[in-house]
């Protein structure tokens, strides 16, 4: 599946002379831009830096553990001081790889690496290595526990990874928590943090927060000297998630991971590593945007043929539930999963070529589901008495459409753990091979976190073994995502941030939402967002209904492309979509699958303007948003193939729209272009422009 | 399979007339021996009080709760005060029942019932039941709260059941624990109870003590009036178990529950009940014995077709290991599960009709198995590679013996409830269909303790998909029996109890502790406590080995007798029966199912003679031991069928026999005994004897 290629050899420089501490050891960047050091204190702590065109990212910081023993839970001797370097190497490594599914077909990973290997002073030593990746947009970095004598099983009690900022950058965060990351993402000045405000919980029934200063991670952060700068996690397996802690005295950022009902951050066994700490830098918002490290940061796939993992664009009996005109819950008199509604969006699927229908509320258990701590909620395979399960297989596969299960655990994981199997193998035998998991709610086993240690191997769990069953998977109210996808490519998309649905029963999400998010949370992986609202005003479903839509139309059709996810629902009902065909028709052309991508412009909480092209395809399409701000931008098409033409589909904002007074008013227009065009966009506040550029035959 | 004989027609009396506060209902027991009252006080608390031939039992003893809201976490109103009586009705019972297997063939239900409806004052009040059962033997009483608009979803944060006693009385008590039930019994006045002294806590890796004054159930009590009280409960379901604590200024015990990870002791949804407090009292000790009560207050069998549960004499791969000759491990170099030595095993269970062979040690983790909290460590399908499982399942099968399955989850439940199905599968296509479960060490979920709510969902998920596999269970180190293998008869045994495997590694059970066992942890069911040692002094297996074991090989003999249990081991290895092959004739004699139990005398930590008849069988089993006192008895064999002869052989110690000095000393005679005649035995300090009873044809 992945074609590897080496480009260069692989350069090893082992230096096992005698190192003394305070002595620097640098390692550049392949381009030479970045700049990190790394060295033991005086106290014998080890240290790093980083620096990017000579300005500083991350001042001098600590790194460290503190230990316990498992059987005794007593403290082992601090890994923050007292070490010493017994040995570091250096190496080069540039190679290319081909994603299952993305936004490039082909990743290169280009990296100088430096290993050092660290030892305790003193009797009964423990080791660990660090192991540092620089590539020309950012760091990596891990720690890792080989097999040695006097460390086997061990608890993780606290991480001490320092990110020592230059400044009070603005920063665009989210409150750190254990259990959520569906909070209304803020901007302000890191010394402006203020994670526990309630009003960051509102509408969110399970979360804790710990600390007014942490936030999650992916963390945005812009310095008063024009950096850009991204601090995130890649490859988070068997170790809880991490949150940040302010210093407001130095901007400090200290990793705050997840505990688990005790207390205890992780349980590991050496050899062991944790996951990579990233910090990706550019001097341009786009980079951030273009970044690979993350996935660079992960394993390569282990679906040895997959062949069977589709890149999905699918509809669902789902968004009718979230404006009220139906229920999940069959005894509700507006039961939405019936079999007669079902075929509906089956009908529509096949007929606007959609590969899935999603269908919620098809189970037994929603009339009892929600925020009891019920451990026997859903037992995955007992349909309402109103879904025909063996019908709709039938009648889908007919008209060649795949249904998608739903399987919302209620947070009840113990409960889903036991029934897994049986569950995988009735959606086999029905005809499924897709499924989007939920997770609302507090967690059973009761006392753990939606993002520690035991929650993150369960997701990991399900993400194997619907490889195993070959079903794809869209994990919703997971941990936050660290690129796993590349190992798992059937994980498809995870919800773990603040989606559209929101928009239906909250506050909503402001229109600056969407040029936040491709620098926080999707830098993770894909997100199963559901764009394409189309009615955008509510109390269309319901007169007492006041929620809108903070977006124009327009910008609602340019998400397919700012959003890069192999999976895209088109979240409004059949019904809506028929009354306006012709902006329909831009979500039916979009690809959710891309061989390239050209990130033209962005500034984070501001803008974005992307242009993609399709797998296997010359058709190419544009998205453009913005926040609240109207906005003029133009688009320079010169990365079309010179000498082609085109014709361009441009779906813009008409000239009165406005996402609080005038949303749903568009204008699509018509004109050829080649290579050589530049075109100009005209954005709505809130709004945004999508285009499809498809060659001329 | 339960011959169900309705000897009364059910007499009902409903008394919804208004009732005042602190008006007394009174019910007694149907021999008029026993006399509950129940009432409110003054600030509308609900109490009971219980006399025994018009002694006290119990004092004026409080009940109630407090709960809390699930989805807010905050307190209801306390149902400890403010309560009405709404209604109450008495009626009386009196039906037979045949158990699977048990002590006796038939089982009397006879009692008589009181229902009290209780609610509160005011606005939202919450409505709860108390129903009060008395038999001749005992009070069982369990709260019930019926479904209601005010009462859904709720947790229990404590429940406040008292049992006020009339004095100082003698207690045979283990420490209160979260944790473990293997502690060596004490015997002091209550006021004397001191459970957190570390002693108890010796050899006991994974244990959670909570309260210095807390004891366990079952806990068997003698007052100065010569009363014996047991407490305990029946039918522990989907509820955590109760602990009691003891106020030392007045003699009150009051229920202590086990808390789960969060501190909440349990989730409930009305409609929901509690297990039954069960008092066991009378003025004989053998009556305590010979309760079956707790049986009683348990549901009938949910398996309509026994036919398949075999009670189990059986032999195994396990003692070996206790005494340092084999390892579980198998790269130790000594690994017990070795194709061969199993063959050895099976040849010897089939040459002396044993039904089954336990190996322990099969399968791959036990090299790094204990005290790390490690959630992955058996998968119960990957044997060793010196574990031939297609071979030996032959072997077994030609030979007509069964090999029993042995799943240690080293208490990582989450772990083992993943594997469950496959495991119980594997076990079905080899050709097993007995298992031992074992629980060593601390539960995961983490935080979750093997008392708790969570764990005792978990022992009977087990017992229930066994069930469905027809798959027999012992499970060690559980929860402690609460009768539930009435319900459940394919749950043959527990351990839940300091079992004989302390005799190898610690400081040992002492001689008195076979004569409080039946008093205390068996009142729940049975126990797998493997008797049968005859190398008492373990030097034998290890010149540096000093540990012994502390009765005689009498006394070993004569615990298949006083111990009542369906399932037996000859725990000792077959190279060392082979050397006493006259007094293993008892072992292989003995039954494990009776017809009819007669208990002929009996003291808590002193003494208890048994005369047991065969299931289906004219055969008779007497056992009598005792404490480390030598004693001379006589048994009156005037159960044994008048005009017919019998032949006793009789194993008893040798006059210097002696549990420390000469413990291996037994003589064996024989003698013709008809039902005139009175044996005389004379049992060493720490010594027993058994005695078979076969008719002369």
Redesign the interface.
């Given at each position: 599946m992945l074609l590897k290629k080496c480009l260069l050899a692989f350069v090893l420089t082992l230096s096992v002379t005698t190192i003394f501490a305070q002595t620097k050891t640098a390692v550049q960047s392949p381009d030479k831009n970045l700049l990190m050091n790394f060295w033991l204190d005086n106290d014998g702590r080890p240290m790093y830096e980083l620096l990017y065109k000579n300005k500083t990212v991350i001042l001098p910081s600590a790194m460290g553990f503190g230990l316990k023993q498992?059987?005794s839970n007593e403290a082992l001797p601090s890994l923050q001081k007292n070490m010493q370097l017994t040995a570091s190497s250096q190496s080069a490594s540039d190679t290319k790889w081909n994603p299952v599914w993305g936004d490039v077909k082909e990743i290169r990973d280009q990296h100088n690496q430096l290993i050092v290997s660290l030892t305790q002073k003193g009797e009964k030593a423990i080791q660990f290595n660090i192991i540092f990746k620089v590539f020309n947009d950012g760091l990596g970095f891990r720690y890792v526990f080989p097999q040695q004598k006097e460390l086997?099983?061990f608890?993780v009690s606290a991480e001490k990874t320092e990110f020592h900022l230059a400044g009070d950058h603005k920063a665009f965060w989210i409150p750190g928590d254990y259990d959520s990351n569906e909070f209304s993402p803020n901007v302000s000045k890191l010394s402006e943090v203020d994670g526990e405000d309630p009003k960051y919980a509102a509408s969110i029934f399970a979360h804790q927060f710990f600390n007014k200063n942490a936030v999650q991670t992916p963390l945005m952060l812009k310095s008063d000297d024009g950096l850009y700068i991204n601090i995130h996690e890649a490859a988070l397996v068997n170790y809880p998630a991490m949150n940040l802690v302010i210093d407001k005295a130095d901007f400090t950022l200290t990793s705050a991971l997840v505990p688990?009902?005790?207390g205890?951050m992780a349980?590991l066994?050496a050899p062991a590593k944790t996951p990579w700490r990233t910090i990706i830098v550019s001097d341009k918002a786009t980079d951030i945007l273009a970044s690979h490290t993350i996935l660079n940061l992960n394993d390569p796939s282990v679906i040895k043929d997959p062949s069977w993992i589709k890149p999905t664009k699918y509809i669902g009996v789902w968004w009718e539930m979230h404006v009220g005109k139906a229920s999940w819950d069959s005894a509700s008199g507006k039961h939405g999963a019936t079999t007669a509604n079902v075929k509906r969006y089956i009908d529509f699927a096949a007929k606007h070529k959609f590969d899935g229908v999603l269908v919620e509320g098809w189970n037994v258990g929603w009339e009892d589901w929600f925020?009891?701590?019920?451990?026997n909620v859903f037992d995955f395979v007992t349909p309402y008495g109103d879904f025909d399960v063996k019908g709709l297989h039938k009648y889908a596969a007919s008209k060649n459409v795949k249904l998608i299960m739903h399987h919302e655990t209620s947070a009840s994981v113990?409960n889903y753990?036991?029934q897994m199997?049986t569950a995988y193998r009735f959606m086999k035998a029905n005809g499924y091979d897709a499924v989007k998991t939920g997770y609302v709610g507090h967690i059973i086993?009761?006392?753990?976190h939606h993002d520690g240690q035991?929650m993150v191997?369960h997701y990991l769990r399900v993400a194997k073994k619907t490889a195993d069953y070959k079903i794809m998977l869209d994990a919703h109210e997971p941990v936050r995502p660290t690129g796993l996808s590349r190992t798992y490519p059937n994980w498809l998309a995870c919800e773990a941030a603040r989606g559209m649905e929101f928009n239906a029963w909250s506050e909503g999400n402001k229109p600056r939402h969407d040029v936040i998010l491709p620098f926080t949370r999707f830098m993770g992986g894909p997100m199963d967002y559901t764009p394409g609202i189309f009615q955008l005003e509510l109390n269309y479903w319901d007169k007492n209904k006041k929620e809108t839509i903070h977006t124009t139309l327009a910008k609602q059709l340019a998400l397919y492309v700012t959003i890069c996810s192999p999976l895209q629902m088109a979240a409004d009902l059949p019904e809506i979509y028929e009354k306006k065909l012709d902006a329909f028709q831009f979500i039916k052309d979009v690809a959710v699958d891309w061989d390239d991508s050209k990130y033209l412009e962005a500034e984070p909480g501001e803008y974005i303007t992307v242009a993609r092209k399709a797998k296997k395809s010359n058709n190419w399409f544009v998205g453009s948003i913005t926040n609240e701000q109207a906005r003029t931008t133009t688009v320079d098409l010169d990365f079309l193939d010179a000498g082609k033409k085109y014709q361009a589909i441009i779906y813009a904002d008409a000239p009165d729209a406005d996402f609080e007074k005038n949303p749903a008013a568009y204008v699509i227009s018509k004109q050829t272009v080649n290579s050589k065009t530049v075109l100009n966009l005209k954005l709505a506040p809130g709004g945004g422009t999508a285009i499809s550029i498809m060659p001329i035959k």
């Open positions: 498992t059987m086997n099983h608890i688990d009902a005790l205890n349980y066994q925020g009891q701590y019920k451990e113990t753990e036991r199997d086993p009761r006392g753990e035991w191997n």
